[in-house]
């Protein structure tokens, strides 16, 4: 069913999909009334109402969002019209307590469930039986990816052993490929590997920026009187730390030449970029009580979401980690444990994510080839979603 066969009180049709350790409803455009269906005020409107956004109670307990950025998410999926891909996928990330949808870049957790939606909604062509390479183009920050979905009988297969820190239950593995992400010239958009921030209230404090899946800014957890092992209560309950984080997110990104002004970083650009401090390897606890212990992984990473710590790790935020690491004199580079199999071993707040990214160095320019990851992904629900009467 589309948009021009919605009932009277204005459902539309919609799939409530998990990807890796987000959660979020996915649309294709022809499911939304036709002036939410092109960018602008009326989209955003219509979708920041279907999240429950915004919100000063910080719960959209009227809407389909869970009251974290981890679960305030919208995607919108069609048919491309590349030559070269299947699909082409844009994602929003939806502000909880600001009228905001953040449409500058990716959510690399997310991007393993548009392959399974693609198919399932007849967006892309698949054997009866096998791997399925989906072709995505990832319309927010203009690059490709490839899915591998597994499929049986002509059905996304869902059921499977592969387990993924963050999530309870396992399921089928999807890899992912995320083709040439860095931004070209702006990989380093200083170019430089490591820069100094003056940072209003913090001081000077070193960091490596990258724009490689998503532009990053990684600073030692040292710098700012951190650990580097913190759990998301120790970060989220403390208002002070989140102004501090904020502050040097938010000069990072006019340092990147990403906002004006560190206000207008703030306010428009809560997405990105993203904001992460890391620590050399080192026994921890994760979330679910389990001790992790340091030869298990190669470097300590908390990343923020949305103004708060992330519950695991950010998709895009580990394709950034592993292409810093790929790149001497990094930050990255310098904390991580060298990995046998060129794979970087990330202990986040939920465990451990393995990611391996290629890079190569031409005319003195660094290049990141390619960033491989696994994730899971599944439906969680399909139907009519109610936007409420007022969000037309």
């Known amino acids: 069913m589309t948009s021009?066969?919605?009932?009277?009180?204005?459902?539309?049709?919609?799939?409530?999909?998990?990807?890796?350790?987000?959660?979020?409803?996915?649309?294709t455009?022809?499911?939304?009334?036709?002036?939410?269906?092109?960018?602008?005020?009326?989209?955003?409107?219509?979708?920041?109402r279907v999240i429950g956004s915004p919100d000063p109670y910080g719960q959209q307990i009227d809407g389909m969002g869970g009251g974290t950025s981890s679960t305030s998410k919208v995607v919108l999926v069609s048919r491309s019209m590349r030559d070269d891909c299947d699909v082409d996928y844009l994602y929003g990330a939806?502000?909880?307590?600001?009228?905001?949808?953040?449409?500058?870049?990716?959510?690399?957790?997310?991007?393993?469930?548009?392959?399974?939606?693609?198919?399932?909604?007849?967006?892309?062509?698949?054997?009866?039986?096998?791997?399925?390479?989906?072709?995505?183009?990832?319309a927010n920050i203009g690059k490709r990816?490839?899915?591998?979905?597994?499929?049986?009988?002509?059905?996304?297969?869902?059921?499977?052993?592969?387990?993924?820190?963050?999530?309870?239950?396992?399921?089928?593995?999807?890899r992912l490929e995320f083709l040439d992400p860095g931004a070209g010239d702006a990989l380093?958009?200083?170019?430089?590997?490591?820069?100094?921030?003056?940072?209003?209230?913090?001081?000077?404090?070193?960091?490596?920026?990258?724009?490689?899946?998503?532009?990053?800014?990684?600073?030692?957890?040292?710098?700012?009187?951190?650990?580097?092992?913190?759990?998301?209560?120790e970060v989220n309950t403390d208002a002070a730390l989140l102004a501090r984080l904020e502050a040097v997110r938010a000069q990072g990104a006019v340092v990147m030449g990403l906002a004006a002004d560190v206000q207008a970083a703030t306010r428009d650009r809560p997405h990105t970029p993203k904001?992460?401090?890391?620590?050399?390897?080192?026994?921890?606890?994760?979330?679910?009580?389990?001790?992790v212990a340091a030869g298990g992984i190669d470097v300590l990473a908390r990343i923020l979401s949305m103004g708060k710590l992330h519950h695991a790790m950010t998709?895009?935020?580990?394709?950034?980690?592993?292409?810093?690491?790929?790149?001497?004199?990094?930050?990255?580079?310098?904390?991580?444990?060298?990995?046998?199999?060129?794979?970087?071993?990330?202990?986040?707040a939920s465990g451990v994510l393995a990611v391996g990214a290629e890079a190569e160095r031409a005319d003195g320019r660094w290049r990141i080839t390619r960033v491989a990851v696994s994730r899971s992904a599944r439906r969680l629900m399909t139907g009519m979603v109610h936007p409420a009467p007022d969000a037309a």
């Open 94 to 138: 939806v502000s909880i307590g600001t009228p905001v949808i953040d449409w500058s870049g990716n959510c690399g957790n997310l991007t393993a469930a548009v392959g399974p939606f693609a198919l399932a909604r007849g967006l892309a062509d698949a054997p009866a039986d096998g791997m399925v390479a989906v072709r995505i183009w990832q």
């Open 145 to 174: 990816i490839i899915a591998h979905v597994p499929v049986s009988h002509g059905r996304v297969v869902e059921a499977g052993s592969f387990r993924l820190d963050g999530v309870t239950f396992p399921g089928a593995e999807i």
């Open 4 to 27: 021009d066969a919605h009932d009277p009180d204005g459902a539309i049709q919609a799939t409530y999909m998990r990807g890796g350790t987000s959660k979020g409803v996915f649309f």
């Open 315 to 348: 998709g895009t935020g580990a394709v950034a980690i592993a292409s810093a690491a790929a790149i001497p004199g990094t930050l990255v580079a310098r904390l991580r444990r060298p990995g046998a199999d060129g794979r970087v071993r990330i202990g986040h």
């Open 29 to 48: 455009p022809d499911d939304l009334p036709p002036a939410a269906r092109v960018p602008g005020a009326a989209r955003d409107r219509l979708l920041l």
């Open 188 to 233: 380093l958009p200083t170019g430089c590997v490591v820069d100094e921030l003056e940072v209003p209230g913090v001081g000077r404090i070193e960091a490596t920026m990258i724009d490689a899946g998503i532009p990053s800014i990684f600073v030692t957890a040292a710098s700012l009187g951190l650990r580097g092992d913190e759990t998301q209560a």
């Open 275 to 291: 904001l992460a401090f890391l620590a050399p390897p080192a026994d921890f606890t994760a979330a679910d009580g389990r001790r």
